[in-house]
């Protein structure tokens, strides 16, 4: 009987594991995957569009959709894209939508290395001519960077068979081409009016890779939009200039925050980690290091004015360092690398007036009279407790004291404290002048 029923429960988990684990050569239903580029290529798109192609892989998607608009990005992660692109058993698909869209600079030679590409009406591609991030380079230099991206270009489009000349042009010309010319070159494989639209045209599309082709079938696979993880979301916004920058200030002013009143510790904690983002965008970003020390030259120059009188010359040089450092932080040609006016002037109005404020309020507590310990009595008024001729008791801030005078001071008189020496204070008669 006990056989029986280990022999019942074992068929029973066998059956259950039969229709539920996902055994090799078993597919879930046809699907394509669709991704969305709508900002500059960094590593954080390399990332995402990596751990997709290797999901649609895993998963059998019939198609791997790229939806692009973007300005352009990174050398570096353009590559890892294209050869996670080239690579991939999927075959993929850049779509440049909706109409009004772009696939500039690196987003262009990623479309090119795409097996099908792909346009909306009203779209542009091209303009990839390399720029030089952070120190300018000299003439020999730029001409093997430029010769390096031509010939990358050239043989990307040589292998999608598209046209090579115009890839060319592309990146030593920077052309780019709108839709409908960019058909007739050959450098796009077809216009969509959308994604439903294109999806219906690739429908039978043949495939070559490497002397192999494939002829998709995506009549009944079912789109699905893969969006960025929250890591990816999070790190992808701490890439936009102005939130790297908005980071540097807000980790400069917590430190000055910490360092001008010392035990605080959440200003600290905060600048600290706002530090840390900021340093992680800087990486991808054209950083001028002078902007850099420029603002924190402000932070100095804001704390000395808590430490030295200077009549607020240090704040206002503070002020100046910290505009400037701001207007050379990033130097870039492209806009999508650098910070925007109104975010400079909303950050260094804000931060100024904040450092400004903390200053005023140290100068104040330096400038406030002792409440308390030998120099707070000092001016306090009191009572006379017994005649002071010259020596007596007083009543002064609630204790009693022994006291002396270079005046006469009767009983019941009101004094002032004008000093203190060891356990006993020098008085005089209140509304007196002290000789």
């Not at 090579?164 to 081409?177: F, K, P």
């Not at 009983?411 to 006993?424: C, H, K, L």
């Amino acid at each position: 009987m006990d056989r029986i029923v280990v022999h019942l429960v074992l068929f029973i988990s066998a059956f259950l594991a039969v229709g539920v684990l996902p055994f090799p050569g078993r597919a879930d239903s046809p699907t394509v995957r669709v991704l969305a580029v709508r900002s500059a290529v960094n590593p954080v798109t390399a990332s995402y569009l990596k751990r997709n192609l290797t999901e649609a892989a895993r998963k059998g998607d019939r198609l791997v959709l790229v939806e692009m608009d973007t300005p352009g990005g990174l050398d570096t992660a353009m590559r890892e894209i294209v050869q996670d692109v080239m690579a991939s058993p999927v075959p993929v698909a850049v779509f440049v939508a909706p109409s009004g869209a772009r696939a500039a600079s690196a987003g262009a030679i990623i479309a090119l290395a795409a097996d099908i590409c792909a346009m909306a009406p009203g779209t542009t591609i091209g303009a990839a001519h390399p720029v030089s991030l952070g120190e300018k380079q000299d003439k020999v230099m730029e001409e093997k960077v430029l010769n390096d991206a031509e010939a990358y270009a050239e043989g990307i489009a040589t292998r999608r068979g598209r046209n090579a000349t115009i890839a060319r042009r592309m990146v030593r010309e920077s052309i780019a081409l709108p839709a409908d010319r960019a058909l007739v070159e050959g450098v796009i494989n077809l216009l969509a009016q959308d994604r439903a639209d294109l999806l219906k045209k690739l429908e039978g599309w043949r495939v070559t890779r490497d002397g192999r082709t494939t002829i998709l079938k995506i009549a009944d696979a079912a789109p699905r939009e893969e969006v960025m993880d929250t890591r990816e979301r999070i790190l992808d916004a701490i890439g936009n200039p102005n939130v790297a920058y908005v980071l540097l200030m807000l980790g400069f002013l917590g430190l000055f925050f910490e360092l001008s009143n010392p035990g605080v510790i959440l200003p600290g904690v905060i600048g600290a980690i706002s530090l840390i983002l900021a340093f992680f965008a800087l990486q991808t970003l054209p950083v001028n290091y002078a902007g850099v020390l420029l603002i924190l030259l402000a932070l100095i120059l804001f704390i000395a004015e808590i430490k030295v009188v200077s009549q607020g010359m240090l704040t206002v040089g503070g002020v100046v360092a910290m505009v400037l450092g701001s207007l050379l932080l990033f130097e870039s040609p492209e806009p999508y690398l650098r910070v925007s006016w109104q975010v400079i002037l909303v950050t260094v109005a804000g931060v100024s007036a904040f450092a400004i404020f903390v200053v005023l309020k140290a100068v104040e507590a330096h400038r406030t009279k002792p409440v308390s310990g030998r120099e707070g009595i000092v001016g306090e008024t009191g009572k006379a407790l017994s005649a002071l001729a010259p020596e007596g008791r007083v009543f002064v801030h609630g204790e009693y004291w022994d006291a002396w005078s270079d005046e006469t001071v009767a009983e019941g008189d009101r004094i002032t404290v004008t000093a203190i020496e060891g356990m006993r204070l020098k008085v005089r008669k209140a509304g007196t002048r002290d000789r």
